[in-house]
Structure formats: structure tokens, C-alpha cells
């Protein structure tokens, strides 16, 4: 199946652990994204990068990094998580970011991260 | 001030009523977007629309794009149970999403 696929769906741990979150497009995307859905549901940008350009969110905190080993995959690294940074984490992926106008963000099934 | 601002933000209703839900901006957009997402899964696209005073059609879905391209609407008509869920607005090129405005229909 064409989809994006992120692992893990439910992460619980601790203050202070690093964690990270593996996503994974077999749709011959050129550009991916991490996006953070709080507890009211709100979609917030983190990351958007393809293999020439990553554009942070500057409201991000550094804690968070994106690394990607090639065009297909995007994880999430954080560090030194905390309380604060519990929410739902989307992968997504996109042709060419902003062109074609009709075309879309194809997203996975997102990741529930809970610190504790 | 969000970019977009979607309204309203709780819509519940009765299966067979019908329904608007607004997506607005004071700014100028090539194109906007509306995905619909249900509970443990990610928005899934519905439409885009990108011509000012387009209207796009998806069964008893009706999209419309503002004529100056600052706000879009969504509406449904008969809602049935199955359109639960929480729709979004969104702009592909500012990275942006709305609120949401989450819909329940009961039946």
C-alpha cells in the first residue's frame, strides 16, 4: 500500500529520555513535514524539509531534530523530553512543496507521545 | 491571531440537517484546503480549491473559495453520522492550519 507510515503509535516515558519517531513515505514524495497536534486538536508546522531545504519553526525548541537518511524517511529525534511536549505528532509528506496549488499533504496515522 | 480562523469551533446537529462551516483570513491565498479527520487517524484531504468564487462539489459537500481568496466555506447537506469528524482548513504554502471545527452528527 502507498501510504506514510510513522512508528511508533503510542510512546510513553519518562522526563528527561530522548526518544525517537521513524516515519517513512512510499509515495515518491520530494518533501516532508513533522507536525504537532496539542490537546485542542490545533496542527502546528515543526518541520518542513525536502532534500535541499529544511525550514524550522523557529517556536520550535531545539530539543526536537529532523534527520533524514534519504528522500523516503523523516524521523523525529527529541531530547530531554518534558511534560510540556506531550501531544499527537504527525508525518507528512507532499510533492513539491506549494506546487502543484491542487495537491495535498498526505499524512500518517500519528504518534500519541505522553511524558510522564 | 491565528492566520486562519475557522467557525464555529463545536458544530452537533441531527442526521438530515444541514450545515456551513466558515474558514477565514485577512490574508490572500493561492489556494486553501479542507481535510477532514477522524479520531486515531491523520486529515485526509477533500479538496482544494484555488480559483476565487470557485465552487467544488463532493457529493452533499459544497466547497467555495472566496472571491477575493481570503475565506472559504464547507457545506454539507443531509449530514449523516459518517460525516463526523474534525475538518480543517488549511494553506499548503503558508504550512498553516485552522482551528478545526469539530462535527458531530447524531443520529
Known amino acids: 500500500d502507498t501510504a506514510v507510515s510513522q512508528t511508533p503509535k503510542y510512546l510513553v516515558t519518562q522526563m528527561g529520555n530522548d526518544k525517537s519517531i521513524k516515519c517513512e513515505q512510499n509515495l515518491g514524495h520530494d518533501t516532508m513535514y513533522w507536525y504537532k497536534q496539542d490537546s485542542k486538536k490545533f496542527l502546528k508546522i515543526m518541520f518542513s524539509?525536502?532534500?535541499?531545504?529544511?525550514?524550522i519553526n523557529e517556536t520550535v525548541p531545539n530539543r526536537f531534530s529532523p534527520k533524514s537518511p534519504d528522500k523516503a524517511h523523516l524521523n523525529l529525534h527529541i531530547n530531554s523530553l518534558e511534560l510540556g511536549d506531550s501531544a499527537v505528532y504527525f508525518c507528512?509528506?507532499?510533492?513539491?512543496?506549494?506546487?502543484?496549488?491542487?495537491?495535498?499533504?498526505?499524512f500518517g496515522s500519528g504518534t500519541r507521545l505522553t511524558v510522564v | 491571531t491565528q492566520l486562519l480562523e475557522q467557525s464555529p469551533q463545536f458544530l452537533s446537529i441531527q442526521e438530515g440537517e444541514n450545515l456551513t462551516v466558515y474558514c477565514n483570513s485577512s490574508?490572500?491565498?493561492?489556494?486553501l484546503q479542507w481535510y477532514r479527520q477522524e479520531p486515531g487517524e491523520g486529515p485526509v484531504l477533500l479538496v482544494t480549491?484555488?480559483?476565487?468564487?470557485e465552487v467544488k462539489k463532493l457529493k452533499r459537500l459544497t466547497f467555495q473559495f472566496g472571491d477575493a481568496r481570503k475565506d472559504s466555506s464547507l457545506h454539507i447537506t443531509a449530514a449523516q453520522p459518517g460525516d463526523t469528524g474534525l475538518y480543517l482548513c488549511?494553506?499548503?504554502?503558508?504550512?498553516?492550519f485552522g482551528e478545526g471545527t469539530q462535527l458531530t452528527v447524531n443520529p
Open positions: 490574508s490572500v491565498f493561492s489556494s
Open positions: 507528512a509528506s507532499s510533492k513539491i512543496q506549494g506546487w502543484p496549488l491542487s495537491d495535498g499533504y498526505t
Open positions: 524539509y525536502n532534500n535541499k531545504e529544511l525550514i
Open positions: 480549491v484555488v480559483t476565487g468564487g
Open positions: 488549511a494553506s499548503r504554502s503558508r504550512l498553516t
